[in-house]
Each structure stands twice: as C-alpha cells, then as structure tokens.
C-alpha cells in the first residue's frame, strides 16, 4: 500500500473517531441537560411541597389561635351570663331572707307558733330524748314558752318523753355581719354531736336547693340548648 491510501485511511481513521467523540459528547450534553431538568423539577416539587407545608401549619395555627379566641369570647360570655344570673338570684335571696327577718321577729305574734312548730318537727328528726334548743338571744324566752307545748305534742305523735334545754350559746343575729340569722331553731344532741337545723335560714337554702331549677324558669326562661329538665323529688 502506497504513501497516500495509507494516509487516505488514517485521515478516515481520525475522522471516524471525531465524529464517535462528537456523537459521544452530544449524548454526554442531552443526558446531562436531562438530568439537570429532572434534578430541577425535584428541586422545584420539594420545594413546593416545602411552601405547602409551611403554608399548612401557618394556617392551622392561625385556625387554632382563632378557635382558641372565639372559644374565650363564648367562654366571657357565658361566664358574665352567669354573674349576672348570680347576682339576680342572690338579690331574690336577699329580698326573701329580708321577709324572713319580719316573720322572725319576737314580736310578731305568729312566730311563736312557727317556732312551736319548727321545735316538733326537729323533736321527730332527732327522736333523742334530750334535745337542746339553740336560739338567738332574742328569742330566748319565745324558746322557753314553746318547751312545754313541743314536749306535749312530741309524746302525743310518739309516745316518747323528752327533754329540751335552750343552749347557753346562741345563733346569730339578724344583723350579723358574717351570718345573719332570721329566726327559728337549732336543735343538737345532749354532746353537740349531732345538729337539725331548723333556723329560717336553713329552710331557706333548702327550699332554695329544691325549687333552684323552677326558679331559674321563672327567671330567665328554659334554656334551648339543655337536653334534659332537673326533677327534685
């Protein structure tokens, strides 16, 4: 093979690898350029899931913190709803117990007969045979001219003795700051173990306990979210 074909062959040769080179670089570049555009568009979806995300807490704490503020608004509602139903019930309290005071006053005439009746009714409650009588001091002798009478209708309804005493200690006054008492009677054990109280006050808070859903109908109307109605027996 003469000089020139042997350099006709090697141009071909160096030609041919130019040319694979070319076509290899080419593939290298797309595969490349397509990688970059998948790792990008990965980028870019991680980046939005990011963005969601963070957009998501945001406004669930945004929903939470208006939950919590609309909770708080209904709560100060309610709670004012609930001083002012308060002070409405203890203004009724305070017109009652003023009224009791008028009944418990010595000198009305029927409260000797109310005491008279508180008495008995105490006398079958404790079924002792000695009893003591806790009054006001103001009542003292109203309490002294109803023992006879009480010890009388007691042994007539029971058939039983008993003995009163009126207690050397006394109830409240009516003015009493910190617990007024309007009236009535405190009966205890002979060792002050045990206690029926009988005192206008104390019927009050009972009466006031066992009408209390009634009275808060008469009030303020029956409530339209309450499911069920308090039965007192």
């Known amino acids: 093979m003469d000089q020139t074909a042997v ?10 690898i130019k040319q694979e080179a070319n076509e290899k670089a080419h593939e290298i570049l797309i595969k490349a350029e397509e990688e970059f555009n998948i ?22 704490q945004i929903e939470i913190k208006r939950r919590i503020a609309f909770s708080n608004e209904v709560n100060a509602a309610r709670l004012k709803v609930l001083l002012a139903r308060d002070e409405v019930l203890s203004s009724v309290k305070a017109v009652v117990s003023n009224e009791l005071s008028k009944i418990g006053d010595p000198s009305n005439a029927a409260y000797k007969d109310l005491m008279l009746k508180l008495t008995v ?23 002294q001219g109803i023992i006879k009478e009480a010890q009388s209708q007691y042994k007539a309804g029971c058939g039983k003795d008993v003995s009163i005493t009126v207690d050397k200690d006394f109830l409240p006054k009516k003015d009493d700051p910190a617990n007024p008492c309007a009236g009535g009677v405190k009966l205890l054990s002979s060792d002050l173990q045990i206690a029926v109280d009988n005192t206008l006050n104390g019927r009050l808070d009972v009466v006031l306990a066992q009408k209390m859903p009634d009275i808060k109908i008469g009030l303020f109307g029956r409530s339209l979210t309450r499911k069920h109605i308090d039965v007192v027996q």
Do not use: P
């Open 7 to 16: 350099n006709k062959q090697i141009k071909q040769m160096v030609e041919f």
């Open 121 to 143: 009714q105490g006398l079958y409650t404790m079924n002792d045979t000695n009893v003591v009588l806790r009054v006001r001091q103001s009542d003292v002798s109203v309490a």
């Open 39 to 60: 790792e990008k568009l990965r980028l870019v979806e991680q980046e939005k899931v990011k963005v969601k995300n963070e957009f998501d807490r945001k406004h669930k």
